[in-house]
């Protein structure tokens, strides 16, 4: 009796410390969750003037992340795919705050040109530089109306063109951007007719977009064919699986299975990295 009262008391405690640790790290995990999701609000959301309560966007990714891989569990009875689901929505505010910025830095390298040209009409009417930025302003749409009515409206409460400048180029860190402040820069401090270098940047720029754009068409088939061939496998593996479920069990309830499908991921994020690499060429 007292060698199975002991027994109860060491699986207990051993229970009752596993639960400690588990609590502990589900904590520890959840503040560096709720933290990554803050300066994410805090920093980039709010430089795209996205503002969005960091606590609503932590409670719906917790409230995605126990309750969808528990959901996919039980429809598809495979633990890999619950385990996936939640990596995925963990990693998914990092990853789609990422996504919004280069696509607002897609947005703003197209407009530049023509907000360029814009300014050096007015310029050319006579316009100072500040007036010539408020009428783009007034005249454009965002991304690039926002920006530079921020930067304005620094310039209106007492920050000077240069300092204003360096904030908008912290935001920014595009190279056609910083070409064009390098620019407004030098003509600043040497002189020179600011209109005539901001239409020669702005041909520039649009020759070289016309360029990308002409890259972008000649590699989409060899794009389209990386994301084809990291996806058929799966999509493969998935039929097969529905087809036969006993001859593909080993895969997803063994070690060996576990193993197989380690090195399938990995071969598979190589081959589709390689291909990007070689698809993708920077003008």
């Known amino acids: 009796m007292n060698d199975l009262g002991l027994v109860v008391g060491v699986v207990a405690m051993a229970a009752i410390f596993i639960g400690w640790t588990a609590w502990e790290m589900l904590a520890t995990f959840l503040r560096r969750q709720r933290e990554t999701i803050r300066q994410e609000a805090a920093t980039n959301l709010e430089d795209m003037f996205i503002f969005i309560d960091p606590q609503n966007m932590f409670y719906w990714n917790v409230g995605a992340l126990f309750v969808v891989p528990p959901l996919l569990w039980l429809i598809f009875g495979n633990p890999v795919v619950a385990l996936a689901s939640a990596v995925g929505?963990?990693?998914?505010?990092?990853?789609l705050v990422g996504f919004l910025k280069r696509r607002r830095f897609e947005q703003f390298e197209h407009q530049l040109p023509d907000a360029m040209l814009m300014v050096a009409g007015s310029l050319r009417a006579g316009?100072?530089?500040?007036?010539?930025?408020?009428?783009?302003?007034?005249?454009?749409?965002?991304?690039?109306?926002?920006?530079?009515?921020?930067?304005?409206r620094e310039m209106r409460v007492g920050v000077d063109f240069d300092t204003a400048l360096?904030?908008?180029?912290?935001?920014?860190?595009?190279?056609?951007?910083?070409?064009?402040?390098?620019?407004?820069?030098?003509?600043?401090?040497?002189?020179?007719?600011?209109?005539?270098?901001?239409?020669?940047?702005?041909?520039?720029?649009?020759?070289?977009?016309v360029?990308?754009?002409?890259?972008?068409?000649?590699?989409?088939?060899?794009?389209?064919?990386?994301?084809?061939?990291?996806?058929?496998?799966?999509?493969?593996?998935?039929?097969?699986?529905k087809m036969?479920?006993?001859?593909?069990?080993?895969?997803?309830?063994?070690?060996?299975?576990?193993?197989?499908?380690?090195?399938?991921?990995?071969?598979?994020?190589?081959?589709?990295?390689?291909?990007?690499?070689?698809?993708?060429?920077?003008?």
């Open 127 to 152: 316009a100072g530089l500040n007036i010539a930025l408020e009428s783009m302003v007034s005249e454009s749409k965002p991304p690039v109306s926002q920006e530079f009515d921020l930067l304005i």
């Open 211 to 241: 360029m990308e754009g002409k890259i972008k068409s000649l590699t989409a088939q060899g794009k389209i064919q990386g994301i084809v061939m990291t996806c058929l496998p799966l999509f493969l593996m998935l039929a097969l699986y």
């Open 166 to 209: 360096r904030h908008m180029e912290a935001r920014l860190p595009i190279q056609d951007f910083i070409m064009v402040v390098s620019a407004m820069r030098i003509a600043r401090e040497v002189g020179g007719n600011l209109a005539d270098i901001l239409e020669s940047i702005a041909d520039t720029l649009r020759k070289k977009h």
């Open 89 to 95: 929505f963990v990693i998914l505010p990092k990853w």
């Open 244 to 283: 036969e479920p006993a001859a593909m069990a080993p895969l997803f309830n063994t070690v060996m299975g576990w193993a197989v499908l380690a090195v399938i991921a990995i071969m598979e994020f190589l081959g589709y990295f390689f291909i990007r690499k070689i698809v993708t060429i920077d003008v």
